[in-house]
């Protein structure tokens, strides 16, 4: 392996204090955790009731600018409730990408439907524009102002890129896109919660999103994922949906709909209430360290992925991008093997056994990319 690469993996542990092991993305706890977790437990309200899910909707919906949150038990269950939300039916298609984490795939399959992989792009890893573009003029058409697949002829439910590794996508082209094919738009905002595309934040661009709070997102509640929307009656509906479809009452136990106990714990919701309060000292403390990971790379050949203009990641996982398949395999066997967590890209979604009969466009930078890219340890640095 070439000696620059050894070299970024010292660079990495001695940023990381040159502890034994460096993991990829560790949790810290450093602020009201304890405080609030206790108060929690002393409420003996750890559950489905209690003040702090409410506390952090509305903190989380302050901090985005956007009106609603809806608390959900893991970031898949909202993305499932948010293309419920887009109307995503049975038997109906929804545009994605190959290069993603299997949630963002099986969330569309839950709802009965199909995804159709279009290319994510070469700069921001995230889906391509002009993908999406070069898929709908060939192979769309809309008819009462529904999309069609004229492949399939099956309705095309809606649009769903993922922000890949915390990196906006070209969220806003994909909007305008999205507008004139009249396809609703949902983002797996899961990895990115806190960046910014033009100043605005993503999961903020389309009709719903999701972001997740698993232990190695960047807040993490230990698990934990929410739902965020404009559209009131949209929020109203994730709320019921998310919680059995309960009709209100003060005793009677009566549902309207086939529900879903997609509900995120107090106990849960209070740990994020105290994450939610460093989230700004964590992206910056995380903008840092990549402006480190970046310079060094830089100086030395490394291909290092930046953000792209106009936006401003919150770089939940640093990436790589090495010059070939042999070089990833060396690069993570070393590493691995010398105390420094690396992880590849996740094998593509169209590769795997339940997804690969779906229709796929091409796989060019979906497939080059997940050939290259490593993440390298990306935890906030105390
Ligand atoms: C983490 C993640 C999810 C799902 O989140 P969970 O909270 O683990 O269910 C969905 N999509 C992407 C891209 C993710 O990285």
């Not at 038997?91 to 709802?111: D, H, K, M, P, R």
């Not at 936006?311 to 070089?327: A, D, I, P």
Request: with cysteine; proline share 3%; aromatic share 8%.
């Amino acid at each position: 392996m070439r000696s620059e690469l050894i070299d970024l993996i010292d660079f990495s542990k001695d940023l990381y204090g040159n502890l034994d092991y460096i993991p990829l993305h560790a949790p810290c706890f450093l602020g009201n955790e304890k405080k609030l977790v206790n108060d929690c437990l002393d409420s003996t309200f750890v559950s489905s009731v209690g003040k702090y899910v409410d506390k952090f909707e509305n903190e989380l919906a302050h901090f985005l600018g956007v009106k609603h949150v809806v608390a959900t038990s893991s970031g898949t269950s909202a993305l499932h409730i948010a293309l419920i939300l887009a109307g995503v039916e049975r038997s109906s298609e929804v545009i994605t990408q190959s290069l993603s984490f299997v949630a963002t795939c099986n969330a569309i399959n839950y709802c009965g439907a199909n995804p159709i992989f279009i290319d994510v792009d070469m700069k921001t890893l995230g889906m391509s524009a002009d993908s999406l573009l070069d898929f709908l003029n060939n192979h769309a058409k809309i008819e009462n102002g529904i999309c069609i697949n004229k492949l399939s002829n099956k309705i095309i439910s809606a649009c769903l890129p993922m922000h890949t590794f915390g990196q906006p996508c070209e969220i806003d082209k994909i909007k305008e896109i999205c507008d004139s094919w009249c396809l609703p738009l949902v983002e797996d905002a899961a990895e990115s919660l806190g960046s910014q595309h033009k100043d605005r934040y993503t999961g903020t661009f389309g009709l719903a999103a999701a972001v997740s709070f698993n232990g190695n997102k960047i807040i993490t509640g230990g698990g934990g994922g929410a739902i965020l929307t404009n559209d009131t009656a949209l929020a109203i509906k994730a709320k019921h949906l998310t919680t059995t479809a309960k009709i209100q009452h003060k005793w009677e136990f009566r549902h309207n709909d086939i529900g879903y106990n997609y509900r995120m714990p107090n106990l849960n919701a209070a740990l994020l209430c105290a994450q939610l309060e460093q989230l700004p000292d964590f992206i910056n403390n995380k903008r840092d360290t990549a402006k480190k990971y970046s310079l060094f790379c830089k100086e030395n050949k490394i291909e290092f992925v930046n953000e792209s203009v106009d936006s401003r990641s919150n770089y939940w996982l640093n990436t790589l991008l090495l010059n070939n398949l042999e070089e990833k395999l060396e690069f993570l066997e070393y590493a691995n093997n010398h105390g420094l967590m690396s992880r590849p890209c996740w094998v593509l979604m169209n590769e795997l056994t339940m997804y690969k009969n779906c229709f796929s466009l091409p796989q060019i930078n979906a497939k080059f990319l997940s050939e290259r890219l490593v993440n390298i340890p990306s935890s906030v640095i105390l």
